[in-house]
T-cell receptor, first 112, second 114 residues
Framework: DTGVSQDPRHKITKRGQNVTFRCDPISEHNRLYWYRQTLGQGPEFLTYFQNEAQLEKSRLLSDRFSAERPKGSFSTLEIQRTEQGDSAMYLC??????????FGDGTRLSIL | DQQVKQNSPSLSVQEGRISILNCDYT??????FLWYKKYPAEGPTFLIS?????DKNEDGRFTVFLNKSAKHLSLHIVPSQPGDSAVYFC?????????????FGTGTLLAVQP
């Protein structure tokens, strides 16, 4: 499978806990994006990496959110002190061009 | 403020007929537009895109039309097939996509009836 891989597919946690998601992009794709999708809405941009550099962040990405892409390969998205409003599908995408063309199947986060 | 709007939450079409999905935008700085298809429990899949310097782009059964003066674009699927049943998202970006940030609409659920 050479697509974008996300792990886990589903995460259930209690409010206040920390969670971390992983994204493995298509190899040789230097651009990596994180989006968030809530029910009935389209995906919303969170952040963007080119290689290991985080070049753009949305104001949706509060201080509780942090994303990394060490060595320019896989990426992690961490949410600290989760809140009910963090419940969503977190999507990762990668590309070689300026817009995301290949999305993963997402990690669905459910906050109890 | 919804900058990209898909006002039809759902559309039902008979197999073999044309499906027309519509999208309106408000930001005149948008100059690159994309359509994605999404099946349940899967991530969005890129379908087709169009730059604002064009008014039409065609790829097989899929054609996107752009009307800049009306700030409107549409996706035509001809002929429609049952496998086309999915949620379709319209997305837009400014600076030819160089901002790396796409603004998505809320999606239209297309059901193609056999």
């Amino acid at each position: 499978d050479t697509g974008v891989s996300q792990d886990p597919r589903h995460k259930i946690t209690k409010r206040g806990q920390n969670v971390t998601f992983r994204c493995d992009p298509i190899s040789e794709h230097n651009r990596l994006y994180w989006y968030r999708q809530t029910l009935g809405q389209g995906p919303e941009f969170l952040t963007y990496f080119q290689n290991e550099a985080q070049l753009e962040k949305s104001r949706l990405l509060s201080d509780r959110f942090s994303a990394e892409r060490p060595k320019g390969s896989f990426s992690t998205l961490e949410i600290q002190r989760t809140e009910q409003g963090d419940s969503a599908m977190y999507l990762c995408a990668s590309s070689t061009g300026p817009t995301p063309q290949h999305f993963g199947d997402g990690t669905r986060l459910s906050i109890l | 403020d919804q900058q990209v709007k898909q006002n039809s939450p759902s559309l039902s079409v008979q197999e073999g007929r044309i499906s027309i999905l519509n999208c309106d935008y408000t930001n005149s700085m948008f100059d690159y537009f994309l359509w994605y298809k999404k099946y349940p429990a899967e991530g969005p899949t890129f379908l087709i895109s169009i730059s604002s310097i064009k008014d039409k782009n065609e790829d097989g059964r899929f054609t996107v039309f752009l009307n800049k003066s009306a700030k409107h674009l549409s996706l035509h699927i001809v002929p429609s097939q049952p496998g086309d049943s999915a949620v379709y998202f319209c997305a837009a970006s400014a600076d030819g996509g160089a901002t790396n940030k796409l603004i998505f609409g809320t999606g239209t659920l297309l059901a193609v009836q056999p």
